[in-house]
């Protein structure tokens, strides 16, 4: 038989256990019966019987541990610190009630009785009480409300925030509802106080181009045959971001299976400008480079278009770099780094100019960027991740360094350019 999980005990479950009370059946019986854990049975009637002291007028004290006790028995009472209470095997761990027990009339124990109507009105008061209101001491909503208010002004997440501080013991759920219930509106703290998801533009619906032959060989489904052959080589995804035709551009780069992101800056959307930031990279980082560059895979936007200089070290005319395209239009084939572009537009949104950006605020903006941890990584950062893999050298060769938790800002504020 089926055990039903997570569902809350109906009148008629209940209305069963204590039928299965009278008739003395074991808690697994009764449980068996109503299709749930003998667990939740045993709980259901401790938590909702009803006791019936016994006659405590001038009566013996029903102590267990009476017959090895040393004290002398006119000493002996209930408010003795040794004192146990005296078991009853069917009361206690058989049915856990006293309801229809052919040996209550001489009990002098304590009696517990299980009543279906009296336990179903209980459970429906308690949990209608448990739900009004707000479940915090003010203590507890004002430490919440200044732990909050900064990361929230610099633009983090509930869950960016709740991750790093699990002291406060409250999940993202509640906490969303607190603040959209004005519960911290005295602080400051209020629905528009939460960070929106940005807003993607609808994407234009552009005449398919011819395809220029220098993609043979190096289309989607090329890419998808690669990696099958070489499981083992990660791939780096690569894009660009900029906000005006005229530039400057972000050349992106996202990492496979550490959500890790930087960029580099460039006057010139040409393959040329783009293909020299491999080169610098080659030389920054020496036999590292092979470890991220050795495959990437991009979208076909004219700066990337001539293979050969991504793929080709010019100096030595070796191979350096297995580059692959994605089918037009579809940047849903390179998600990570498309999902890292989200975190770049809270900083950089669309219409803001990059004129006096420099390469020191690009390493500043994705410093802050990848010290946001990550529900995908489990919590974890994309900087803990990649230096896990890579090591913390590498990250710092590119100018990234770690930014203090309550410190990470995905405001426009950040970066202090025109």
Do not use: W
């Not at 204590?18 to 019986?29: M, P, V």
């Not at 006790?69 to 069917?90: A, L, N």
């Not at 045959?225 to 005006?244: C, S």
């Not at 849903?332 to 999902?339: A, C, I, T, Y």
């Amino acid at each position: 038989m089926t055990i039903m999980k997570a569902k809350h005990l109906t009148l008629d479950d209940r209305k069963a256990i204590q039928e299965g009370i009278e008739r003395r059946l074991s808690k697994t019986a009764i449980a068996k019966s109503i299709s749930k854990d003998p667990t939740t049975v045993a709980k259901e009637i401790k938590l909702h019987r009803t006791v019936k002291q016994r006659n405590r007028f001038n009566s013996p004290v029903m102590c267990a541990k009476l017959k090895e006790c040393k004290k002398p028995r006119k000493f002996c009472s209930e408010s003795c610190i040794d004192y146990v209470e005296q078991p009853c095997t069917m009361r206690d761990r058989s049915t856990g009630a006293c309801n229809h027990c052919e040996k209550i009339s001489r009990c002098r124990l304590d009696h517990y009785f299980y009543n279906a109507n009296t336990a179903h009105e209980a459970y429906l008061f308690h949990l209608s009480d448990s739900r009004k209101g707000v479940n915090l001491s003010e203590a507890e909503r004002s430490i919440i409300a200044q732990t909050i208010a900064k990361p929230l002004k610099a633009g983090q997440s509930l869950y960016q925030i709740l991750t790093n501080h699990p002291e406060l013991g409250i999940s993202v759920k509640s906490l969303y509802t607190y603040i959209e219930g004005g519960v911290f509106k005295e602080f400051g703290i209020d629905n528009f106080s939460l960070r929106r998801q940005v807003a993607m533009r609808e994407r234009k619906r552009l005449k398919k181009r011819r395809e220029p032959v220098n993609y043979e060989g190096h289309k989607f489904t090329d890419y998808l045959a690669f990696i099958k052959d070489n499981p083992f080589i990660p791939t780096t995804e690569m894009d660009t971001v900029y906000n005006q035709q005229e530039g400057p551009y972000i050349q992106t780069f996202s990492y496979q299976n550490t959500c890790f992101i930087n960029g580099f800056l460039h006057p010139e959307k040409t393959s040329e400008s783009m293909a020299s930031t491999l080169d610098y990279l080659q030389k920054l980082l020496g036999n590292d480079y092979f470890k991220l560059f050795s495959l990437i895979l991009t979208d076909r936007g004219t700066e990337f278009e001539k293979v050969s200089l991504f793929e080709i070290e010019a100096e030595t005319g070796k191979l350096r770099t297995n580059i692959f395209y994605c089918d037009p239009q579809t940047p849903s084939q390179k998600p990570h780094v498309e999902n890292n572009h989200n975190y770049v537009r809270n900083i950089l949104p669309n219409g803001r100019k990059f004129e006096g950006l420099t390469q020191h605020d690009l390493n500043l903006l994705f410093s802050h960027i990848n010290s946001v941890p990550r529900k995908v990584l489990g919590g974890r950062t994309p900087y803990d991740v990649f230096s896990f893999f890579y090591g913390e050298e590498i990250i710092h060769k590119m100018g990234i360094r770690r930014i203090d938790p309550d410190e990470v800002t995905l405001q426009p504020f950040l970066l202090k350019i025109e």
